[in-house]
């Protein structure tokens, strides 16, 4: 080829030479400014030259020195009639050719430089594999389409992710001992924090990596899920949401999955008359013991690491923990809302609405609790009531002396509804009591404005009557309120209530106990071993744990 190739697009022409080893171009700067070199490119690709080289003219066409440069060896031009032999499938994500063999009855077999001059022809520039288009050339892989390119899938984008700075886990887990027994004790119930330390970092989502489609179309990532600090009560995130810190000094803790703060009074030694009685908004932590006659209140959790002795400790709103253990004389009272664990107790009353867990024993104890369970190695339960709302588990109860021991699952809302009856059944007394002595009043009053006819009473005794007419009706209208309220407390009771709570006896459960599930009883008359109690059907089930 020699001559001149005319621009489509400017109407203008740059030299062009086809020698022996190649083609050669001759570009002047007037050529440069008259023509672009995209406009080159797309008339050159448009003739159908499949080896052309463009990188390479672009080169040439910006150095503009005016004599021939070689930009390639000879062009190669692709045989159009090609297309009406290839077939070509195609979706964003593939494509694929069938070539038919009615094409080697021309004489001529397709090479992969033809092959891939055809792909870019249909728009596919991207993920194209030049080995098999070779292989599809080198072994005559004709009539069956075969997958010749491949989009790029998306990478996407990582979910967020917090990092906990405190040593804390949401699920503190005890020891084990040797024996298979559980050292409880081993817990490490508080981790303390100053304000203003770092207690977690959130790492935001990545965006991902767009994928390509074969036709070089950006494929859109997902973006990965977002996640919020976990921020709780005494904390404050940073300025980017990016760090959360502690807004006080206290100990942290994980609460329905926020990471919170709460302020800690933290007392060294004993509660005794150094200390006095304590009554604090936050979580309280005592290193000793709590002596003979004193009160522990808080609103939190309270951690004591001795011992109670016939003393009152109340958490509100959180639980108690007790390292050691309780004695009482009947005047030890331990209530919490959300649990309590200790490793034994004695002659004590313990109260929540949580789990009452021990390590030891409960001796002659009176529990009001969700559940019980008994963790130690040997732990028992002898003497005193079990109340609980759902579960109570224990390797042993009662004594060889039979000491009378009451294990006892209860219906809490049936419970309530009577607790209520009870006092409206007393005030219905008190409103009876109040009532009588102003019936009696009326009826004297009545009588003796008989007696008279009316015409001699003064305004006075009219004013009396007035008011005790007006006292006997206020209290009249409150009594049949309470019998309304009575009546549907009563009606709530036939209702059916909750039957699925049960009691299991690990090893040994001893005569002089008694287990009542729901107002059913069943006394313990012979040493029984592994059982589990249940109600069906409106009695007691014993079953092998």
Known sequence: MGGRVKNPLSGKSIAVEERNDGVYVGVTRSDRESITVESIIDAVENAGVMNFDADRFRSVFSRARGVPEKIGPSFEYYDETMDNYISCSMTPLKASIKISERYLLKGSKPNAHQLLFYLKRKGIVHGIDTERLVRICVESLFERYIDVAAATPPEDGADARIEIKVALSPEIRPKMRSDGSVDYRSIQTFTSVSKGDLLAIRYPPGLGKPGITVTGEPIAPQPGQDLPLPAGRNTVTSADVMQLHAATTGIVFFDNSLLTVAELLHVDNDVDFSVGNIKYTGD????????????????????????????????????????????????????????????????????????VTFEKYLL????????????????????????????????????????????????????????????????????????????????????????TGGEETSDRSRDEVRKWVEAYNALKKKAGYVEEKIKELNSALTLPGARDGFIRVFDRCYPGTSFTLYDNSLPVTSLLVNKRFSLKDQSITVEGT
């Open 284 to 355: 309280v932590l005592i290193g000793g013991n709590v002596r003979p006659g004193f009160t522990v209140e808080a609103e939190g959790s309270i951690h004591i690491k001795g011992e109670i002795e016939s003393a009152t400790v109340t958490s509100r709103a959180g639980q108690v923990i007790i390292d050691r253990g309780v004695v009482g004389k009947g005047d030890t009272v331990i209530t919490a809302k959300k649990g309590i664990t200790l490793n034994f107790a004695q002659d004590a009353h313990l109260r929540t609405e949580g789990v």
């Open 364 to 451: 002659h104890c009176r529990v009001v609790c969700e559940s019980c369970e008994g963790n130690g190695h040997q732990n028992s339960i002898i003497g005193g009531e079990i109340r609980a709302e759902k579960s109570i588990s224990v390797r042993q109860c009662g004594s060889e002396k039979g000491v009378a021991t009451k294990l006892l699952i209860y219906d809490k809302n049936k419970s309530i509804i009577n607790e209520k009856i009870r006092e409206l059944s007393a005030l219905h007394q008190r409103l009876a009591a109040e009532l009588e002595p102003v019936e009696r009043q009326l009826k004297t009053k009545a009588a003796l404005m008989k007696r």
